[in-house]
T-cell receptor, first 113, second 114 residues
Framework: ELKVEQNPLFLSMQEGKNYTIYCNYS?????LYWYRQDPGKSLESLFV?????AVKQEGRLMASLDTKARLSTLHITAAVHDLSATYFC?????????????FGQGTRLTINP | NAGVTQTPKFQVLKTGQSMTLQCAQD?????MSWYRQDPGMGLRLIHY???????DQGEVPNGYNVSRSTTEDFPLRLLSAAPSQTSVYFC?????????????FGPGTRLTVT
């Protein structure tokens, strides 16, 4: 059974600081996704990581994937208030052509001025 | 494109009532799925479909039925609502096949069962 664990689950940080959210998973997979969710809203896709060593960057966010360690990281550089949200990682199990996403618990990020 | 749409946005049911949550997409995606989101548990897959006429169970299928008669629509039926089904429900869609694509999520339906 695939388990996906995020760390930390809650993170409060100051603007301008750097921090990293970790996503560990228990079964081999080469595909991992990061999503953002604002309160009361739906999920917005941030990054799609499809191979070992993949690194993607968008603004102050950078995601990476190490399939051997079964670990993905989401790094926040010089945080700004607008990045306050809940961040989910999701690992993809492809079974007979069907994509099944297993989500982590989410990391609620609060960025204070 | 409207993307993925869901109706209703909010719903209150009494225990034992049945209802259907509607989901539609206009992107010609083959793959559609239903998730429920509960506090501290992320999203959990209820049912999914890889194309019209083909559905399968996800992680938490009990108490829910689905059907897929068209590519566009993927309704979720609650047969006899229970308080444990109080949750936020998201429908998602993506291209299918061996090329993996990100899933697009609908706005969600907040369901309360009393």
């Amino acid at each position: 059974e695939l388990k996906v664990e995020q760390n930390p689950l809650f993170l409060s940080m100051q603007e301008g600081k750097n921090y990293t959210i970790y996503c560990n998973y228990s079964t081999t997979s080469d595909r991992l996704y990061w999503y953002r969710q604002d309160p009361g809203k739906s999920l917005e896709s941030l990054f799609v990581l499809l191979s070992n060593g993949a690194v993607k960057q968008e603004g102050r966010l950078m995601a990476s994937l190490d399939t051997k360690a079964r670990l993905s990281t989401l790094h926040i550089t010089a945080a700004v208030h607008d990045l306050s949200a809940t961040y989910f990682c999701a690992v993809d199990l492809l079974i007979q052509g069907a994509q099944k996403l297993v989500f982590g618990q989410g990391t609620r990020l609060t960025i204070n001025p | 494109n409207a993307g993925v749409t869901q109706t209703p946005k909010f719903q209150v049911l009494k225990t034992g009532q049945s209802m259907t949550l509607q989901c539609a997409q206009d992107m010609n995606h083959e793959y559609m799925s239903w998730y429920r989101q509960d506090p501290g548990m992320g999203l959990r897959l209820i049912h999914y479909s890889v194309g019209a006429g083909i559905t399968d169970q996800g992680e938490v299928p009990n108490g829910y039925n689905v059907s897929r008669s068209t590519t566009e629509d993927f309704p979720l039926r609650l047969l006899s609502a229970a308080p444990s089904q109080t949750s936020v429900y998201f429908c998602a869609s993506s291209y299918s096949g061996l090329a993996i694509h990100e899933q697009y999520f609908g706005p969600g339906t907040r369901l309360t069962v009393t």
